[in-house]
């Protein structure tokens, strides 16, 4: 086969034309790209490819179809005008407001995008469309090739229920359970019974874990029917149900397929997904711990025979549960390309989107199965925007401030669609990034995971960062003791971040005086200064006390050239390093050991925030005297905010649900306020009286109004009625009401940015 | 002379002359002990209980270890009356500890009112001790700062105290924008007292235990019966975020020393100067109403992120506050669209006048972001004179001679484009981003007059809005130097701060300008 490979200097030439700031992080993407970056160039496939999705994924499709030499489309929404895939797409096409039922799943201004811009063939990535027939069928219809499996396949699998219909007929070892209509509890529980406890309840049309009920007994059955029949009717208008057996601590593992159009299809071995979080995969590895060659073959050949019962054709994951004994049963197949197929990328050499983009044209595929190798391991780690802290992650919204991958570590893919600057929003999911790392054995994986996640800088939203360095260090993910509790049995109080060991806590302590003292010394040197200082010798030896949490300690610090020794606790620990205060990133090495820190922030009062083994922690670095006056400062009692009502974000107050005189009880809503297309009920924290309106004469009677035009106009409260101004915590001068006992503040300023005024 | 003294007496009796030498030592020593713990430790103990420091422990942490030089330990009030004169009502150094010292090595000068002695309260020596060092920094060209907590006038003293107010008074009006002169008040500060703090260039407030007041709450309440605390009468609270009159208020007594320390960091570092900044390029966004926060902004271009603001709660539809480039101190006036649009009004005028005359002053050059949709129409406004405290903002931009850069950065409508730093008003540099818009007002506004009646309003704003909503109108008429990528405003801000350091302006000769108060 005549191999060509893309000249790393036209493919920078590529991006230097459509996006000149993006081009040194793609080209290092390529150089470190894990999958084949070779392909056949006599091998004509597509002139066009519209991607119909958004973030990394768009992104990644994107870079297969420029190593083809493919022109690519991008369909974006309104605020994603600038995002990343948008700009690294040869055209972008708008489809639509931000609501992804509005724009990313408007299945009509897609097909317009598509005829527009002449797109001959669509790739949908995964989530959106991807799965969805109708989408299939409209293609189809017009001539545009999907880039994934016939419509046929996608309806077989999309349906849990006929999905394990097939795959019973194609021997494929399927959960003991029923699936159909249930119509009562009682029958529910019969089949439960017939099945044996625990069983498992959920919709049958609901994908993923969405709406997934555990019953351990028959009243617990009663009660899972109940729920999941209900949103079975409500979310999915199917009322079917499945009940099947459910097993205890499972693994969750799945086959990577690949079928083309010619009967053809082989297994490009599995993907370990056991690490989840509210049945959402966090980390992934390639290939799995647990899986002996005898049982990746088992499992290998049955994911193929199901393959071909549904003529499958293009790439698609089969997934299964496998037990304790290694037992493994069918649990559902995903007729796209999944989020993690980065790892099996890894660890095969083959470009799976390259591979679909073939099949769907029509080829037959390269390889045989006795090709398809195992070589080393990959590990994925998916980097969210959410805060760990709670519940393992609870989405969190913001803006980039700052934002670097640590693609300059080798055996590093970073698939990410998001740049520095760019916003996490409320409309898509949070993901960041899929932070991959391979190594020619699991330990070499992990090692380089280790560096990748204390290399990664993101500033401006809570990610769980903290959560995925735990658990590629926690002893038994090491060694492979893993199911898909393991979250839950590892922390079941919750995540909490690292836990600092006498010697760790040591070494922050450490580098925390230390920077503080470079800051300090730093401090000293200044432009412009005409008059000759003072101070004939540096000082190089300081006492200096650190906070962290509760427990105070004292430091004795000596500096020699970069090289602090620190004497806390007993111990002694050297720190030195580049000390570059403009770096979010600080190199350090302690004890002779390199450690990766980042300085999160850094503040005249002392306060240092270091992330360090992933977690972030305060401390507050004093000199000796400041932390002796500072015994002498007063604890100051947090405000009592239970008799003020603020707004949570800024918005428009659309009602005000008391009149002067009313009485509110706890809970009670005292207004609303439209923010972000939602409404939010403001309401009471104790019981007050809404104060008659007692405004001095001689205002004008507008301002006694509590209607949204009131805040609709606001004025700078405080010039013409200076009893009318207060100011929240915040500082920011609020519109309120005064109640009894009870002030009521709504942030009012912030929607003069709907004022045009000049 | 000085030869021969020693010699008479060691003739005349040379015991006598030693004894009385001992004496006079023992008596130099037991006067600095006694200056040195002030009004005693049982006043020092309750200073500490009000979580307060003694103006020694201040000044201590304030400057850097072992730096304090003193002056005037020895000094003691000369009032005779109502029993001032006995022994027990005479404290060396009176109350108030002066002297120079220095902050990661910068010469400044400083006093510290001591509440232990007679409440803090000035007397003529008082006043005497601070008006010494004050004119030391003037000749030196050192800064001064206050720590002021004082009760107020030395009442046995009588008008000799009030003397010693206006004494300081004229320093300070003197010291103006020859030497900065910073105030932190870390206890009372009433009656006539405020108006020091009020002259210099930046008052600091410690919260809850700092008052700024001219009369007190009993007073108040004898006069016009309205109850009102000390803290919502005078507190930081009130003058960081309603009257204005703070610029910055602290926790307490050591996190305020160590951000006054830190205020004084204009210094050298290593933020690469070239350093592209990729998350400006989507920070503003699409549609022209849709706030962001100037401060993403401010933080991403300035060295290491660092951004002394001041003025953080009042007026917030402006910020002001020093930040470096490249090492370079620089003073930065951004409108805050996510603020009230970021519309000038009359508060936000005349803190960002303020601001831009303390850095002409003292050369430090103005790096102004304009993202401003006009002066804020309504009664309020024009009865409270927004043409006149609007004015202050333009006379102090016109009338700067510091190196001036602007960057238009969204909107930049009416007289308020005119205003904030723009080329008319001798900007050295100006920048529009690509997401300027410089026009006389928004495109329904404008389309409203100039085709008033006309029905194809929509289509007339589409043409207003191809034609006006964006950089060229400006740019082709010369009125900014350039339309840059957002990425590149660090790059190019440090370029022309280079290049601009050795800019030299004068405005015509004259006794005083005459800024319309």
């Known amino acids: ?758 | 002379f000085r030869g021969k003294l020693p010699q008479t007496s060691l003739l005349r009796d040379s015991r006598w002359y030693s004894v009385s030498h001992l004496s006079v030592k023992e008596r130099i020593d037991k006067k600095r002990k006694a200056a040195l713990i002030g009004g005693g430790q049982k006043r020092i103990d309750a200073q500490h209980k009000r979580g307060k420091l003694t103006a020694r422990e201040r000044v201590e942490l304030l400057l850097d270890p072992d730096s304090f030089v003193e002056t005037d330990m020895f000094v003691e009030h000369r009032c005779s009356d109502f029993g001032m004169e006995q022994d027990r009502n005479k404290f060396p150094g009176d109350s108030v500890v002066t002297g120079r010292g220095r902050i990661n090595g910068r010469l400044v000068y400083v006093f510290s009112q001591d509440f232990t002695v007679f409440g803090g309260s000035l007397s003529g020596a008082h006043a005497q001790k601070i008006c010494k060092i004050m004119d030391q920094a003037m000749t030196v060209g050192a800064p001064v700062i206050g720590l002021n907590d004082s009760g107020g006038a030395r009442i046995q003293e009588g008008v000799e105290s009030l003397a010693g107010y206006a004494d300081i008074f004229l320093r300070n009006v003197m010291a103006s924008g020859v030497v900065p002169q910073i105030s932190l008040i870390m206890g009372p500060c009433a009656g006539g007292a405020v108006y020091s703090p009020a002259l210099t260039d930046f008052t600091f407030m410690v919260k809850d235990t700092s008052y700024l007041f001219i009369t007190g709450p009993d007073v108040v309440k004898s006069v016009t019966n309205e109850d009102v605390t000390q803290e919502e009468l005078g507190g930081a609270k009130t003058h960081t975020s309603v009257s204005g009159v703070a610029h910055h208020a602290f926790e307490n007594d050591v996190e305020a020393l160590l951000n006054l320390r830190e205020f004084f960091n204009f210094l050298e570092c290593h933020d690469p100067s070239d350093r592209l900044v990729p998350s400006l390029d989507t920070i503003v966004p699409f549609e022209s109403t849709k706030a962001y926060d100037m401060l993403d902004i401010i933080q991403a271009i300035v060295d290491e992120r660092e951004f002394f603001e001041i003025m953080p709660n009042y007026a917030k539809n402006i910020v002001v506050g020093f930040a470096r480039m490249n090492g370079r101190t620089v003073g930065i006036v951004g409108n805050q669209p996510k603020v009230a649009s970021g519309c000038l009004d009359i508060n936000s005028s005349v803190k960002g006048a303020r601001f831009v005359r303390f850095c002409d002053a003292f050369n430090i050059p103005i790096i102004t972001f304009v993202d401003v949709p006009g002066f804020l129409p309504g009664t309020a406004q024009e009865y409270g004179g927004i043409i006149r405290h609007g004015a202050k903002l333009l006379f102090a931009f016109a009338e700067a001679t510091v190196p001036k850069i602007t960057i238009i950065t969204r909107k930049a409508y009416g007289g308020a484009y005119d205003v904030m730093s723009s080329k008319h008003l001798r900007g050295d540099v100006n920048y529009a981003w690509p997401s300027a818009e410089v026009a006389v007002m928004g495109a329904k506004g404008a389309v409203q007059i100039i085709f008033r009646g006309k029905d194809n309003q929509a289509e007339a704003e589409a043409e207003y809005v191809e034609k006006f909503a964006n950089p060229f109108p400006a740019a082709v008429r010369g009125f900014v130097d350039d339309i840059i990528e957002p990425s590149t405003t660090r790059r190019k801000i440090c370029r022309d701060l280079d290049v601009l350091a050795s800019k030299k302006q004068v405005n015509p000769w004259k006794k005083h300008a005459n800024i319309p108060l």
């Open chain 1, 1 to 758: 086969m005549a191999a060509h490979s893309l000249s790393p200097s036209l493919y920078r030439l590529l991006f230097a034309v459509k996006y000149a700031s993006l081009h040194s992080r793609c080209c290092a993407v390529h150089k470190k790209a894990q999958y084949s970056t070779i392909y056949n160039p006599s091998e004509k496939t597509f002139e066009k490819i519209l991607i119909a999705n958004r973030g990394e994924i768009a992104c990644r499709v994107i870079k297969t179809c420029k190593k083809m030499g493919i022109k690519t489309v991008a369909v974006h929404s309104d605020v994603d005008s600038s995002a990343v895939h948008a700009k690294m797409a040869d055209e972008a096409v708008c489809v639509g407001p931000a609501p992804t039922s509005k724009s990313y799943l408007n299945m009509d201004a897609i097909m317009d995008a598509i005829r527009t811009t002449g797109a001959q063939a669509v790739h949908p990535g995964y989530g959106f469309l991807s799965e969805n027939k109708e989408f299939a069928k409209r293609l189809a219809a017009e001539g545009v090739t999907f880039i994934g499996p016939d419509t046929h396949a996608i309806q077989a699998m999309g349906d849990k229920i006929e999905s394990k219909l097939i795959a019973k007929a194609a021997k494929v070892n399927t959960i003991p359970g029923f699936d159909g209509v249930v119509k009562t509890a009682e029958e529910a529980v019969k089949i439960a019974q017939d099945i044996g406890y625990p069983v498992m309840i959920k919709a049958s049309a609901g994908g993923g874990g969405k709406g997934m009920r555990i019953a351990w007994n028959d009243e617990e059955t009663r009660e899972g029917f109940r729920f999941s029949s209900q949103e079975a009717a409500s979310s999915f208008g199917d009322d079917r149900l499945l009940i099947e057996k459910y097993i205890d601590n499972p693994r969750h593992i799945e086959i990577q397929v690949l079928a083309d159009k010619h009967g053809n299809a082989l297994w490009l071995n599995e993907r370990e997904c056991s690490i989840q979080r509210r049945n959402q995969k966090v980390v992934e590895e390639a290939p799995s711990t647990f899986l002996d060659s005898v049982t990746r073959q088992a499992m290998g050949e049955q994911a193929v025979q199901l393959a071909k019962a549904v003529q499958y054709s293009s790439a698609g994951t089969v997934e299964f549960l496998v037990d304790s004994k290694k037992n493994f049963y069918f649990l559902e197949m995903n007729t796209r390309l999944q989020v993690e197929h980065p790892i099996t990328e890894c660890i095969t050499g083959l470009d799976l989107v390259e591979q679909m983009i073939r099949v769907a044209k029509g080829y037959r595929l390269q390889h045989k199965q006795e090709d398809i190798p195992i070589n080393g391991w990959a590990i994925e780690s998916r980097v969210y925007a959410e805060d760990p802290y709670k519940s393992f992650g609870l989405p969190s919204i913001g803006r980039l401030s700052q934002y670097h991958e640590p693609l300059n570590l080798s055996n590093v893919r970073v698939d990410s669609g998001i740049q520095e600057g760019s916003d996490i929003s409320i409309y898509y999911d949070p993901m960041i990034s899929k932070l991959v790392t391979y190594g020619a054995t699991r330990s070499e994986a992990l090692a380089r995971m280790e560096d990748a996640l204390d290399n990664y800088v993101i500033r401006g939203v809570t990610h769980n960062i903290p959560l995925l360095r735990e658990i590629i260090t926690h002893p038994r993910f090491i060694s492979g003791d893993i199911s898909t509790n393991f979250l839950p049995e590892v922390y079941p109080d919750g995540f909490k971040g690292h836990q600092l060991e006498a010697d760790t806590r040591r070494e922050l302590l450490a580098s925390a005086a230390a920077l503080y003292i470079t800051a300090q010394l730093r401090s000293q040197r200044f432009l412009g200064e005409l008059r000759v200082s003072s101070s004939p010798v540096e000082c190089n030896h300081w006492e200096l006390c650190v906070e962290l949490g509760e427990q105070r300690h004292v430091l004795e610090i000596t500096k020699s050239g970069n090289v602090y020794t620190v004497e806390v606790d007993g111990g002694e620990v050297e720190v030195s390093g580049q000390w570059d205060l403009a770096s979010p990133l600080l190199p350090l090495t302690i004890n002779s050991t390199h450690k990766m820190l980042q300085c999160l922030s850094r503040d005249a009062s002392g306060n240092i925030v270091l992330q360090y083994l992933g977690t972030s922690f305060q401390v507050r670095v004093l000199s000796k005297l400041a932390a002796e006056l500072n015994s002498y400062m007063p604890e100051k009692v947090p405000e009592d905010t239970s008799s003020i009502l603020r707004s949570p974000m800024p918005g428009t107050m659309v009602a005000v649900s008391v009149k002067p005189g009313d009485t509110v009880a706890e809970g009670q809503e005292i207004c609303v306020i439209e923010a972000m297309k939602m409404q939010n009920s403001l309401t009471a924290v104790k019981q007050a009286k809404r104060r008659a309106a007692t405004y001095p004469a001689g205002v004008p009677r507008r301002t006694q109004r509590t209607t949204a035009h009131v805040i609709r106009a606001p004025r700078f409260a405080g010039e013409r009625n200076p009893r009318q101004a207060k100011t929240g915590e915040g500082g920011s001068l609020l519109y309120y009401m005064q109640f009894l006992g009870f002030r009521f503040q709504v942030d009012g300023f912030d929607n003069m940015v709907n004022l045009g005024c000049s």
